[in-house]
């Protein structure tokens, strides 16, 4: 059973009185262990694909299904409750809180689920450690480099060990040399604790790294193929 499943995914936008079909007819399941790059140029539908997965958007037509669970009938609050048990996210702009350090960072999602203190923190450092940043646990993020705050941002998205992860353009403010090692992080980490990982890019450079490659165009899938991930 895929871990996430679209069945014919549609989404439109209205602007004034125009309607962009942002999404047209979407199918795709994605399984335990796969690493995925949903990719092509700006206006594809990359980052909607990824809004309606993560069950922070909702399709015009069509259905998300999340470890089994249709999503589409369901309220804002039982799709919070779905999305917090079963999805971690890593954001472009990082969005981490200012005014935390990288360890409270990290910490914060299983805090928000009332996990003890002492728990969470043993956990999130775990995590720091996995990342490489062990060493900057007490940093907060306008101490740490982009491509430091984006290994906190993959630390606290697995924090709550998630079913699935999507990154939307999680190396867009990166440079090459570090958006390499975020992805090669993310594949590491993947093969390690099983999560399925989706992320979507525009840059092609970074496709080499993959198991699956999900190509949209103009709202549609016009290819998606399997191939062997190098060793990370």
């Known amino acids: 059973m895929p871990v996430i499943e679209a069945k014919n995914l549609r989404k439109a936008y209205?602007?004034?009185?125009?309607?962009?079909?942002?999404?047209?007819?979407?199918?795709?399941?994605?399984?335990?262990?796969?690493?995925?790059?949903?990719?092509?140029?700006?206006?594809s539908g990359?980052?909607?694909?990824?809004?309606?997965?993560?069950l922070l958007d909702s399709p015009s037509e069509g259905q998300v299904i999340l470890k089994g669970n249709p999503a589409e009938n369901l309220d804002d609050a039982a799709k919070s409750t779905l999305r917090n048990q079963s999805i971690g996210f890593v954001f472009q702009s990082f969005n981490l809180i200012p005014v935390l350090t990288a360890l409270e960072n990290v910490m914060l999602p299983l805090q928000l689920r009332g996990t003890p203190k002492s728990e969470a923190r043993?956990?999130?450092?775990?995590?720091?450690?996995?990342?490489?940043?062990?060493?900057?646990?007490?940093?907060?993020?306008?101490?740490?480099?982009g491509g430091q705050q984006q290994r906190v941002a993959v630390a606290r998205a697995l924090v709550t060990d998630p079913a699935i992860i999507i990154a939307d353009e999680p190396t867009a403010n990166l440079d090459t040399e570090n958006a390499h090692r975020i992805i090669d992080l993310m594949r590491r980490i993947n093969r390690s604790c099983g999560a399925?990982?989706?992320?979507?890019?525009?840059?092609?450079r970074l496709l080499d790294r993959v198991d699956r490659r999900i190509q949209l165009r103009d709202g549609e899938i016009i290819e998606d193929i399997r191939v062997a991930a190098p060793a990370v």
């Open 46 to 54: 990359k980052t909607t694909l990824c809004n309606i997965l993560g």
């Open 122 to 145: 043993k956990k999130a450092l775990a995590l720091l450690h996995e990342v490489d940043l062990g060493n900057h646990t007490s940093h907060r993020p306008q101490k740490l480099s």
């Open 196 to 204: 399925a990982f989706i992320f979507s890019t525009h840059d092609s």
């Open 14 to 43: 209205h602007l004034g009185d125009t309607e962009v079909a942002a999404l047209r007819g979407v199918d795709v399941a994605i399984h335990e262990h796969e690493f995925v790059a949903v990719w092509g140029p700006s206006g």
